[in-house]
């Protein structure tokens, strides 16, 4: 169990290297969108590049599903690689310090291993199914806030998604009415182990891609936590829409989340 673990830390801490030498140019002056997003394309390849290159050695036989490349199957083997080279990417191009890599790994149908690699933190974060969640080497656990006005939750926007976004201003307004305040990253990946560590109290936001959140759900899961869907259920990989947190925090979430929007 822990050779999997070691193996994606050691793929981070290379990503790593290759993140931090294209750091020292997001100062240059791209003058449009369109040579921004050449920019982290670019960063994203090399990085998602040098990640498969680790894993592949010690595991030539395993799937990955990544980012930018997909799905990579050779239909041998039970285990696949979910990847997220740079979550965050927006950030790392405004020098923000919120971007991270997130590796999971899944067996058949369950995520057994999740690791969060936060850059400018060098905070190390991983969970094995059964084992516990951990923040360099030592154990974390969510938050035991109870009310809601004590909770300080972590939220998305959705950007790509703008359909829903008079539901989302809805449930934001009303959770802002509610808790002690809501933070967005722009990473979803940190969010979700800000979760775990009990830095956040709760999580939620609409319409995620698997690699998004993967190793966050296994990260908060093994600290004590709970994730669902909005319905409170555990469609969380069909419909990417997620509520993160200790089990009343959630339970107070859902309630907020049902009361405007229908979940039919």
Known sequence: MFGI??????????AANIIQQFSRKTDL????KEGVNKFVSLVVQKTEHKIIEVIRKTYPEHNIISEQNGHTNNFTSDYTWIIDPLNGSTNFIHNHPSY????????KDKITHGVIFDFNKSDFYYAINGKGAFLNDKRIRVSNVKQMNMALIGV??????LKTIEAYFRIFREISLQTSGQRRSGSVALDLAYVAAGILDGFWEFSLNNWDFAAGVLLIKEAGGFVTDFKGESGLLNSGNIVAGNYLVCEQLLSIIANNIDLV
């Open 5 to 14: 673990v070691n193996t994606a830390r050691k793929a981070v801490y290379e």
């Open 29 to 32: 002056k791209i003058k449009n």
């Open 100 to 107: 991270c890599t997130s590796i999971a790994v899944r067996y």
């Open 156 to 161: 998305g926007f959705p950007s790509d998604n």
